[in-house]
């Protein structure tokens, strides 16, 4: 009996299968939570619950510095959790310092912050500042270790800091309680390195899924108190305050593709193998 | 929250984007390119705008021309000489500029990165061990440590012991890159959720207020 030509063996073909059949099937997999809903549960880990207990342990009037380092093409990810942890520090009563060191998130940070404030019943220069963009973030961060007026004589809108009443106590990192950066980018460990390092401020982070397991040995060695990772620690976060938002809205979503992604996996491995067994065998009868 | 026409009409804008750009995996296409371009074209421009306010405007115009504080003209002198680079002749002038951003930058960054990346964590790594579930996982965190470095220590063959903690090294390594792997689809299918969740959006609230 004739051999049957290479190319139409099943393995050959699932490993040269057209892409856009993988992203047909990927879309249809993340459209499906929205015909059928369906919730994921979620466990809450160590690292951002310890988050949510410092601010919870947050008195009236005591000073936080939150540090929106992203831009729009990881809002999806930082969004959430920036959302609920401004939100549980406004309603513990706060004064929050924002910085926003990316440079296409100000006005992103700013939308965030105008929009929470408001739902919160929070006013701009008493109960929060936002200090705005300075260039070249490593530099910024060592400059507010003095004082934040150095690389922000005026905040964003302009009005010199000077003159914003609940910046009069507030000089630098030793009047805030912590640092907690929503970080993109390499920001994250700039926080880490001048923040924490050289200031000893308190700093914890909220970082992109991608980044999260870069920032896992700062917090075994304790530099770092707290660490959000991506869109899964958003959900988490989100049920710690028990108010559903985007992060818990997009774990179904999550479920579904990663489960997609895990069969196809499989499936790849298992036809990776059985080709270079018959590789292995044909090579074996020449 | 009710919708306004003007807000339909930017996410329209925005939704229009988001399918330009998706159309991209069925193959290029003349949509792609053009809301490539105006993406790029809109980035420079609000960077471009940015710099100027918050650098020049900021830390030149300011302190020099409104409050003349006159030593911020060095720093100055020092940018403008970093311009020189484009002067094929005269580019050798932008090396004192440099010389200063390196000396800085070494002064200042070295000392603190072996601090965070080294000591510190070498200090994270060295602690007493607990009897309890934490401790096991930090014991195991230790010896996944232990392992990993051994991997990379050449100046023996990976036979024996060696060669036992060096495989459990290659194994440490790869379930943290597993881990990494999976942050990384987890992070990428966000972005598309989110613009899933968007679209989604944007159908119901056109739908509402047409229907």
């Excluded at chain 1, 019943?121 to 963009?133: V, W």
């Excluded at chain 1, 005026?154 to 907690?180: E, F, L, W």
């Excluded at chain 1, 460990?189 to 050289?198: H, L, V």
């Excluded at chain 2, 070498?122 to 096991?136: C, K, S």
Aim: glycine share 8%; hydrophobic share 50%.
């Amino acid at each position: 009996m004739e051999a049957r030509p290479e190319a139409t063996r099943w393995y050959d073909r699932l490993l040269s299968v057209d892409r856009r059949w993988i992203y047909l099937i990927l879309a249809i997999a993340v459209l499906l939570p929205t015909v059928i809903p369906f919730s994921v549960p979620t466990g809450i880990s160590n690292e951002v619950r310890s988050v949510y207990n410092f601010i919870e342990g947050l008195e009236p009037g005591d000073n936080l510095f939150l540090a929106i380092d992203y831009d729009p093409s990881t809002l999806a990810e930082l969004h959430p959790m920036t959302e609920a942890i401004l939100r549980q520090a406004f309603q513990r009563g706060a004064r929050v310092v924002i910085t926003s060191l990316s440079q296409f998130g100000p006005a992103m940070a700013e939308e965030l912050i105008a929009r929470v404030a408001q739902e919160e019943g929070k006013q701009r220069n008493i109960d929060y500042t936002f200090l705005g963009y300075k260039p070249y973030p490593g530099i910024t961060i060592l400059a507010m270790g003095s004082d934040f007026r150095v690389p922000f004589p005026t905040d964003y809108y302009g009005t010199p800091v000077d003159s914003i009443p609940m910046m009069q106590d507030i000089h630098n990192y030793r009047n805030v309680k912590a640092v907690i950066s929503f970080a993109g980018g390499n920001v994250a460990d700039m926080w880490i390195q001048y923040g924490n390092a050289k200031y000893g401020v308190p700093v914890a982070l909220g970082v992109t899924g991608v980044m999260a397991s870069d920032y896992y040995p700062y917090l075994q060695s304790r530099q770092i108190f707290g660490l959000i990772p991506g869109m899964k620690g958003a959900a988490e976060y989100e049920m710690l305050v028990e108010r559903r938002g985007q992060g818990s809205r997009g774990m179904p979503y999550q479920m579904s593709t990663h489960l997609v992604i895990l069969v196809f996996m499989v499936i790849t491995n298992i036809a990776y193998v059985a080709q270079r067994r018959a590789r292995r065998r044909a090579a074996g009868a020449r | 929250m009710e919708v306004t026409w003007g807000t339909l009409a930017w996410q329209t804008l925005a939704a229009f984007a988001t399918l330009a750009i998706f159309s991209f995996l069925i193959g290029d296409n003349p949509l792609y390119k053009f809301v490539e371009r105006l993406w790029v074209g809109v980035t420079t421009g609000y960077w471009t705008m940015l710099l100027f306010w918050t650098s020049f405007w900021d830390k030149v115009w300011v302190p020099v021309m409104q409050q003349h504080q006159w030593h911020y003209l060095i720093p100055v002198a020092l940018g403008v000489l970093m311009w020189f680079r484009l002067s094929p002749r005269r580019g050798w002038l932008s090396r004192y500029a440099l010389a200063f951003y390196i000396g800085i930058s070494t002064g200042v960054f070295i000392p603190l990165a072996f601090k965070t990346g080294v000591f510190l964590q070498v200090e994270g790594a060295i602690r007493p061990v607990t009897a309890d579930m934490v401790g096991l996982n930090f014991l195991l965190a230790l010896l996944g440590l232990i392992c990993s470095l051994s991997y990379f220590f050449f100046s023996r063959h990976h036979t024996g012991l060696l060669g036992v903690t060096s495989r459990i090294g290659i194994i440490t390594l790869m379930v943290g890159f597993g881990a990494g792997f999976g942050l990384t689809v987890m992070g990428r299918v966000a972005l598309l959720v989110q613009r899933v969740i968007f679209l989604r959006d944007y159908v119901t609230n056109l739908a509402g207020k047409i229907f």
